[in-house]
């Protein structure tokens, strides 16, 4: 359940990245472009962060808390990638 909380988490902060650069960019597709950009490398500190908070508080081995940030990583990164590429094309 933790791990759904979590990409929910990353889709609604990709949200927040995307309504902040179409209002800073006045809704052209490359501030969205550049928005999409920007959140994967914050979106990797924070799944970062869920992983040392699996490992640290919650006891799990670093070798079982790996698929799981691979898994909470990449999905809502995937999502901003394909945002961008839409976004920059335009």
Not at 38 to 65: H, K, M, Q, T
Not at 66 to 77: E, S
């Amino acid at each position: 359940m933790h791990t759904i909380k979590v990409l929910a988490g990353g889709f609604l902060l990709l949200g927040v990245f995307l309504i902040f650069g179409r209002w800073i960019g006045g809704g052209a597709p490359s501030a969205l472009a550049i928005a999409a950009s920007c959140f994967i490398p914050i979106w990797l500190i924070a799944a970062g962060v869920n992983l040392w908070v699996g490992v640290a508080r919650a006891g799990y081995s670093v070798a079982d808390e790996a698929p799981i940030f691979l898994l909470v990583f990449a999905v809502p990164a995937a999502a901003a990638g394909f945002l961008w590429w839409r976004f920059s094309r335009g």
